[in-house]
């Protein structure tokens, strides 16, 4: 042995120097980088299962929030389009009611009209018969003064006062 001691001049003081100083840096790189590394991946691991958590949380509120949304718009739909048919409703009762009105007016209107056309025809008639009147009075006197006879005129005379 220790002809293998001579032939790699291995000193045993060196080794034990070595190992202490082995130990040292192994101590100080433990307590220096091994031990905040360690609590650096601790919380970088922390920090993605979070995150990680924070997304399935985000995921499935999301996916409620995609569903409540989709309820809401049909229920938008829904209302919209019950609205719509009140407001046909609305109005197509409010055309019936214009055209019963309009019907109304136009009855009115033919009603007045016919009332009116009677009074004139009233009138014209009235003043037809005056005319007439005047006429055969003027027809009359004519006749009897081209016969002068006094008991045909005065007979004529009653005759035409009684019509």
Do not use: C
């Not at 220790?2 to 840096?25: G, L, P, R």
């Amino acid at each position: 042995m220790d002809s293998f001691i001579e032939t790699f001049h291995i000193d045993w003081k060196i080794i034990i120097a070595q190992v202490i100083n082995f130990a040292i840096v192994l101590f100080v790189l433990q307590y220096l980088a091994l031990k905040p590394l360690k609590k650096l991946m601790a919380e970088r691991t922390e920090r993605i299962n979070g995150g990680l958590e924070d997304a399935t949380k985000n995921a499935e509120i999301l996916k409620n929030t995609k569903n409540e949304y989709d309820t809401i718009l049909s229920n938008a739909r829904i209302e919209a389009n019950t609205i719509f048919q009140e407001g046909k409703k609305e109005a197509e009762s409010k055309k019936a009611e214009m055209m019963e009105n309009a019907k109304n007016e136009v009855d009115n209107m033919i009603l007045n009209g016919k009332k009116v056309l009677e009074s004139e025809k009233a009138k014209i008639i009235e003043d037809a018969k005056k005319e007439i009147v005047s006429l055969v009075v003027l027809a009359t006197e004519k006749l009897l003064e081209s016969h002068p006879n006094d008991k045909s005129e005065d007979k004529s005379i009653n005759q035409l006062k009684n019509l």
